[in-house]
């Protein structure tokens, strides 16, 4: 018997999956059509088609964004990641905390400083502009995949962020699922006491614009690799190797004193598993970053420029990894 549940609001979950593909979609043509814009031919016509698919993803984006925090204002807990992260007791100015506590959040906010520093880079990377940006779109595909949630020959893709409480697979059957109007019964788990701190609004916003900063030099080096402008990609990257280290070590050392606040560690670092994932990728931007300058006085290694720039991207992946496939819960204080 197909029951007709009372007091869901499905329109801003559907709204939010419609958003969710068509960032997906807009950031694969955008991927497409910059590539085909780095071509020897050159066609214009391409890279035109690629901003409009780029500035159509950021407009997706957004729209995912402000479709979850509607719903996390409006605590529809018949949402299973509002149900999860917040509650009727939190206080207002925890809702940004429960956005980004969530892995599906977590990507979601990376991806919106992604968009952000794109379309900076549509506007100033001149020549580069189509290789840079093929790099940077195909990021935004893979970032998107994380929170579309299907399946696609029996392996699941992404977790989806407007999933209902009782479509989640820890849910189906269980007795609420059966009462027609449960969603006007029901309160959230709420947001973990640690993360109820005033650290939690600003250090993860920090961290991950540290994050997505280290792309856009790394985009700038498989570039030049690309193009077989070895040494020209550098001039161009130089002023973002340095916003990088600038924000990402503001980021690891608001990390630092939240910890030592609210851990009680006794100290600003305990080499957390997950703390050191996120200095490691500082430290190889910092040589990377120095290693462009240098070679603006003199010449120096380009092999070693190379490496550490890219690495540094490749740690940054490997960290959000670490913190959110659960693969430190026993040794991390990060595993909330």
């Given at each position: 018997m197909e029951i007709n549940y009372i007091g869901e609001h499905l329109l801003p979950g559907r709204a939010g999956n419609a958003f969710v ?74 809702i940004l905390s429960c956005f980004w506590e969530g892995q599906e959040g977590s990507f979601l906010l990376w991806t919106f400083w992604n ?177 462009i300058l240098l070679a603006k006085k003199k010449k120096s290694s380009t092999r070693i420029t190379y490496f550490l720039t890219v690495i ?25």
């Amino acid at each position: 018997m197909e029951i007709n549940y009372i007091g869901e609001h499905l329109l801003p979950g559907r709204a939010g999956n419609a958003f969710v593909a068509l960032s997906f979609a807009a950031a694969a043509l955008a991927a497409f059509s910059f590539f085909k814009a780095s071509s020897p031919n050159d066609d214009r016509r391409w890279e035109a088609i690629g901003r409009v698919a780029f500035r159509i993803h950021s407009f997706a984006v957004i729209g995912i964004i402000l479709s979850l925090f509607y719903m996390l204002v409006n605590h529809y807990f018949e949402y299973y990641y509002v149900w999860q992260h917040s509650n009727f007791e939190m206080p207002l100015r925890y809702i940004l905390s429960c956005f980004w506590e969530g892995q599906e959040g977590s990507f979601l906010l990376w991806t919106f400083w992604n968009i952000i520093l794109g379309n900076i880079l549509i506007k100033t990377a001149g020549s580069w502009k189509a290789p840079t940006l093929t790099i940077v779109s195909l990021v935004q595909l893979f970032l998107s995949s994380m929170i579309l949630g299907v399946y696609i020959m029996g392996y699941k893709f992404g977790s989806n962020p407007f999933i209902l409480l009782r479509e989640h697979p820890d849910m189906i059957n269980l007795p609420f699922t059966k009462v027609a109007d449960y969603a006007l019964k029901i309160d959230g788990r709420g947001l973990n006491p640690i993360l109820q701190n005033y650290w939690m609004i600003i250090h993860p916003p920090t961290l991950f614009l540290g994050f997505s900063a280290t792309l856009i030099p790394f985009s700038f080096a498989l570039s030049g690799l690309w193009k077989k402008r070895y040494s020209e990609w550098q001039q161009p990257a130089l002023p973002w190797a340095f916003f990088t280290v600038a924000v990402l070590g503001t980021g690891v050392l608001m990390g630092g004193i939240w910890a030592y606040e609210a851990l009680s560690f006794g100290g600003f670092w305990a080499w957390d598993p997950v703390e050191n994932a996120s200095l490691v990728p500082w430290l190889t931007s910092v040589g990377a970053a120095h290693l462009i300058l240098l070679a603006k006085k003199k010449k120096s290694s380009t092999r070693i420029t190379y490496f550490l720039t890219v690495i540094t991207f490749i740690f940054v992946l490997y960290s959000t990894f670490l913190t959110r496939s659960g693969v430190l819960g026993d040794t991390s204080v990060h595993s909330f």
